[in-house]
């Protein structure tokens, strides 16, 4: 199924669900084929490191939210998740889920402007 509710995320490769089993709504994404960019002394910039996916919700209900922090209640935590690449092709990615260190604004039940980082990703299927 190649749509936006192809979206998953777990705990691990075994525990992966749809985000719209949680329920939880399709986020934005964006996808950068390296963390880090360096511009070299002649002008060139080299990609390094590993790529970085980025979920951003416009806002998520105060479960919503709940059910991702569960995944992640530190800083960071290993996750799973299906995500797209700059290609648009669906993968299942090992991650480190970077939860945003900065609180969202609440707006009555809602968490308004949330990113979400996955960071060292690895391709498993």
């Avoid at 075994?14 to 949680?22: A, P, T, V």
């Avoid at 002394?41 to 080299?46: E, H, P, S, T």
């Avoid at 648009?88 to 604004?105: F, G, K, N, Q, V």
Wanted: hydrophobic share 40%; glycine share 6%.
């Amino acid at each position: 199924m190649d749509s936006p509710y192809e979206f998953a995320i777990g705990s691990d490769a075994g525990s992966i669900e749809y985000l719209f089993d949680i329920p939880i709504i399709p986020p934005k994404q964006t996808y950068q084929p390296f963390s880090k960019y360096l511009q070299l002394g002649d002008g060139i910039v080299r990609g390094m490191g590993r790529a970085v996916i980025e979920w951003y919700w416009a806002y998520l209900t105060s479960a919503e939210a709940a059910a991702l922090r569960a995944l992640c209640p530190n800083g960071s935590a290993e996750v799973y998740v299906r995500s797209v690449d700059d290609s648009l092709t669906w993968h299942t990615y090992r991650s480190i889920m970077l939860w945003p260190p900065e609180a969202p604004d609440i707006d009555n039940d809602y968490r308004m402007k949330v990113p979400i980082k996955f960071m060292v990703i690895e391709v498993i299927s």
